[in-house]
């Protein structure tokens, strides 16, 4: 799944930013990365390829990441805009 390893690629990524916007683009390519890995969760279920439980264990972690990539980015940007 490129989508799941992208993630980690881009945030490492970020770490070389040039200024808090394109570090906050980055974050947001990521986090695009991390909408588009639970969508092949859900194809990797419906097609059988996982079990339930790997699903759920995945999706959650996905989840978690999704949530501390937005709460990065919204605390970056309401910093840029202070």
Request: proline share 0%; glycine share 4%; charged share 30%.
């Amino acid at each position: 799944m490129r989508s799941g390893t992208s993630i980690g690629a881009n945030v490492a990524e970020s770490r070389n930013a040039q200024g808090e916007k394109d570090f906050i683009n980055k974050l947001n390519i990521t986090l695009k990365e991390a909408d588009e890995t639970e969508f092949w969760l859900k194809k990797l279920l419906h097609g059988d390829y996982i079990t339930q439980y790997q699903y759920e264990s995945m999706y959650q972690d996905n989840d978690e990441i999704v949530k501390i990539l937005t709460k990065i980015i919204k605390t970056m940007k309401s910093k840029l805009n202070s």
